[in-house]
């Protein structure tokens, strides 16, 4: 059994409804759209925006599908970032270059948003991407973050002095111009306000949200992303001997509890967002 998904937005997602309006199935799935089946290939459509595809033929099921919504691509330069909503690790900036002779090798790895894919598989694909595919990588430490939010800087503007950085070191390597397709974080006056002190901004930029279902190059770009912030969020892990958790939940709360109470308040600043609440409202006390 072969898997295969993609994003799409709300207007395509409507025409793959009428494209299998005459073969769907019963499902009860109240996340789904629909339930086809086609060719021998079941295809469920999620109302959020996520296309599977399942079955031992699905190769000629996803050519239908991209013809009919018109998803030949191009090459195109995407980026992405990862690591902002994480109490522990850097945040991970990563463009990537992408042209339509490594779609096949793409495909061949189920590439989609690196928050759909899982850790294991992240780190296994991550890797070979890097390898492969032409992109710049760019790993904002705590220790650097931290430095930032101290002299007022947010987030937003890291990410877009990151962002610009990148997208200008990667274009470097095409030696031509291409289409630059952006995960839109902020509104495109926001992020060029924040690069007005910069020497060198790139400005030719398609903002979108949702980016990774408009080019793949956006999909690759956080999947390296993620991969590097795994194996940086892993190097902490063992210089604090204690498997640091991701996100911001209630669980990085009692680990930051377990830090300080070991006596290891000093190491934060190394390995976590300062500014975060998390942080924050435990050392109010």
Do not use: W
């Not at 793959?16 to 799935?29: A, F, G, I, P, S």
């Not at 759909?116 to 973050?145: R, W």
């Amino acid at each position: 059994m072969k898997y295969y998904s993609m994003s799409v937005n709300e207007t395509q997602l409507g025409k793959l409804n009428k494209l299998y309006v005459n073969h769907l199935l019963e499902d009860k799935n109240p996340y789904l759209l629909f339930h086809a089946k086609h060719l021998e290939t079941h295809i469920l459509a999620y109302k959020s925006g996520k296309v599977l595809l399942q079955g031992n033929r699905i190769d000629k099921e996803i050519i239908l599908i991209k013809k009919h919504l018109n998803l030949s691509y191009y090459e195109a330069v995407g980026s992405d970032e990862v690591g902002t909503g994480d109490v522990f690790g850097p945040v991970v900036v990563c463009a990537a270059f992408i042209d339509p002779s490594q779609i096949p090798f793409l495909e061949s790895l189920n590439i989609r948003d690196s928050k759909q894919i899982n850790d294991p598989t992240i780190l296994k694909i991550g890797k070979k991407l890097a390898q492969k595919i032409k992109h710049t990588l760019l790993i904002l430490s705590p220790l650097k973050y931290n430095e930032l939010s101290k002299k007022s800087i947010n987030l937003n503007k890291m990410k877009a002095l990151l962002h610009n950085q990148a997208i200008i070191k990667t274009l470097s390597k095409v030696n031509k111009s291409v289409p630059v397709i952006l995960d839109q974080f902020c509104q495109p006056n926001l992020y060029f306000n924040y690069l007005s002190s910069e020497t060198l901004v790139y400005r030719k930029i398609n903002f979108y949200t949702k980016a990774e279902s408009i080019h793949i190059s956006v999909a690759v770009a956080s999947i390296i992303a993620r991969y590097a912030f795994l194996i940086k969020l892993d190097e902490y892990s063992k210089k604090i001997k204690m498997t640091l958790k991701k996100g911001a939940s209630t669980l990085v709360d009692d680990q930051l509890k377990e830090l300080i109470q070991e006596g290891k308040l000093s190491n934060l600043p190394e390995i976590a967002k300062m500014n975060f609440k998390n942080v924050t409202k435990l050392l109010e006390f």
